[in-house]
């Protein structure tokens, strides 16, 4: 069975840069499409990024694009979520999520995904 856990949070100025990682066991990464959610106390949890299997294709929030870079590294297992320019509005807690299959219009669906990482905290403030 599929295991996903993050690291790589914690806290940072505002403009500054922190990279997350998600690392998978059980199964290879190359079968799952990964998204990257993030919760904010009081709000519903949201689609940050997503990248298909193999990682041909890749999507972004519009609130992180141009700040956000998303990658997969299958020799490791791994898919990194790059967080430059950071700013306040961009804290909360951070989870991988995997789903089955190659690509998926609608990565935004959390429901849609099976495999859940426990999360990782990210706080931008100065």
């Known amino acids: 069975q599929l295991q996903l856990v993050e690291s790589g949070g914690g806290l940072v100025q505002p403009g500054g840069s922190l990279r997350l990682s998600c690392a998978a066991s059980?199964?290879?990464?190359?079968?799952?499409?990964i998204g990257w959610f993030r919760q904010a106390p009081g709000k519903e949890r949201e689609g940050v990024s997503c990248?298909?299997?193999?990682?041909?294709?890749?999507d972004y929030a519009s609130s992180v694009k141009g700040r956000f870079t998303i990658s997969s590294d299958s020799a490791k297992n791994t898919v990194t979520l790059q967080m430059n320019s950071l700013k306040p509005e961009d804290t909360a807690v951070y989870y991988c999520?995997?789903?089955?299959?190659?690509?998926?219009?609608?990565?935004?669906?959390?429901?849609?995904?099976?495999?859940w990482g426990q999360g990782t905290q990210v706080t931008v403030s100065s």
């Open positions: 990248i298909s299997s193999r990682g041909y294709s890749t």
């Open positions: 999520a995997a789903k089955f299959g190659t690509w998926a219009s609608n990565w935004r669906r959390a429901h849609e995904y099976d495999y």
């Open positions: 059980g199964v290879t990464l190359d079968l799952y499409i």
